[in-house]
């Protein structure tokens, strides 16, 4: 294969005829292909499906002289916590253990910070003239969702191989207006970016203006390895209190990816202080979140080392269906010299950088024939990608055998698009 920059107009115009009439048959087949989000198959839902099954007698929903099924325990059950803390490297009773997700988590800090500040602020964000907020990215669409709900400035940060580019970051926590951070750091949304040890020691180290800076670090993809064993990773709490900053950090993560995303268990994990402060505010909207449910993933998943176990079992589901997109990337498209990519070896998402000022077109061929995927620009803030290049794909859903057929249209719309980009 010729590189397209380096073919003539005419080899360029009979590529385009002879991709484009692959397209058309494709379009012919009526197909309705999903790679939008990062959910999980069917096969890694059924393969749970006896975890709903788990409390049956009413002695069973009894824990620690707990009754599950009735009101009390806003912060949790002190088994999930000790679950999640396992999991996590952290302590017990740093552990806010909440409701299905995590987002409503993240969401609902923020929240507080707006109603009635965090325990270090001199007055409620709402009262504050301007907040603003740092977005790695590319990074998760919702997180900056969240944030632009408020209101708030969102200041885009740029991703590098190590982590968010952090002479950028320490320079623009120097305003006293910039209230905080989002952070996947482990297999990030979507380029599956593993923070470098030197990253995470300045995040941990930094020294805002803002008082009340929140490093919200969202652990989604902790356990999340679909390739080779597991990876080890820093306890940020303990990091921020060694540098003084141990109310600086609020950590999140969740079960949507080990068991049921509609039907899971989110967690916070923060200071001692910060949690003494926020539980009686969350205790004035709700009495508790659905201890059954937490008591249900305490028995069934029982340990790190049994949830690692489980996670190995969902890695051999999942590792066919990313390898059918990275080969096929590395097939039809890397010859070209018209994308990009990296080879994550975990998390759930495939980031792919188009030929600037294409991707929009692309993702729009790809509609026409039938594959849905996450909209362009949706992993920047505001879904502006500046460069319209970024595209996010998630191999996870779809079996396999509609995976390469997803994927193989999807490479005829980028060299549609590439090729229209340098004119036919």
């Given at each position: ?252 993560a969740s079960t949507s990816k080990v068991t049921f995303p509609g039907a899971g268990v989110g967690v916070m994990a923060t200071s001692e202080k910060n949690l003494a402060y926020l539980v009686p505010l969350i205790n ?86 039938g594959v849905t995927m996450t909209g362009a620009g949706a992993t920047f803030p505001y879904g502006v990608d ?39």
């Amino acid at each position: 294969m010729i590189k397209y920059t380096d073919m003539t107009a005419q080899q360029r115009k009979a590529e385009y005829s002879a991709v484009l009439a692959d397209y058309e048959k494709q379009k012919a087949l009526g197909l309705k292909l999903n790679m939008a989000r990062g959910k999980p198959g069917k096969e890694q839902l059924d393969m749970v499906t006896d975890l709903c099954n788990i409390l049956v007698k009413p002695e069973d929903f009894i824990c620690d002289g707990i009754d599950s099924r009735n009101y009390g325990n806003v912060d949790g059950l002190p088994a999930a916590k000790e679950l999640f803390a396992d999991i996590l490297g952290c302590k017990p009773e740093q552990c806010f253990v909440g409701g299905n997700a995590s987002l409503q988590l993240m969401y609902d800090v923020i929240a507080k910070a707006y109603t009635n500040g965090l325990l270090h602020s001199d007055k409620p964000w709402s009262k504050l003239e301007k907040v603003k907020w740092l977005c790695p990215a590319p990074g998760y669409d919702r997180h900056f969702k969240v944030t632009a709900s408020f209101g708030m400035e969102l200041i885009t940060v740029p991703m590098t191989a190590y982590g968010p580019d952090m002479d950028m970051v320490e320079a623009l926590i120097k305003d006293p207006a910039v209230k905080g951070m989002w952070n996947v750091p482990k297999y990030s949304n979507p380029e599956g970016v593993v923070y470098s040890d030197e990253t995470i020691r300045r995040i941990a180290s930094m020294k805002p203006a803002a008082p009340d800076f929140m490093l919200m670090w969202d652990n989604a993809y902790c356990i999340h390895e679909f390739e080779g064993a597991f990876v080890p990773f820093a306890d940020i709490l303990s990091l921020c209190a060694e540098n003084g900053n141990a109310d600086m950090v609020y950590e999140f993560a969740s079960t949507s990816k080990v068991t049921f995303p509609g039907a899971g268990v989110g967690v916070m994990a923060t200071s001692e202080k910060n949690l003494a402060y926020l539980v009686p505010l969350i205790n004035i909207q709700t009495i508790g979140f659905d201890k059954i449910n937490q008591l249900r993933h305490v028995k069934y998943l029982q340990n790190k080392e049994h949830t690692l176990a489980l996670m190995r079992r969902h890695a051999a589901i999942l590792r066919p269906k990313f390898h059918a997109v990275l080969d096929a990337l590395d097939r039809e498209i890397a010859p070209l010299g018209i994308g990009s990519w990296r080879r994550p070896v975990g998390g759930y998402f495939v980031s792919y950088d188009a030929m600037p000022g294409t991707a929009k077109r692309a993702l729009a061929l790809c509609k026409e024939a039938g594959v849905t995927m996450t909209g362009a620009g949706a992993t920047f803030p505001y879904g502006v990608d500046p460069r319209d290049s970024n595209i996010r794909i998630a191999p996870t859903l779809p079996p396999v055998e509609e995976l390469e057929q997803a994927i193989a249209i999807f490479c005829n719309c980028v060299k549609l698009a590439a090729l229209e980009k340098l004119g036919v």
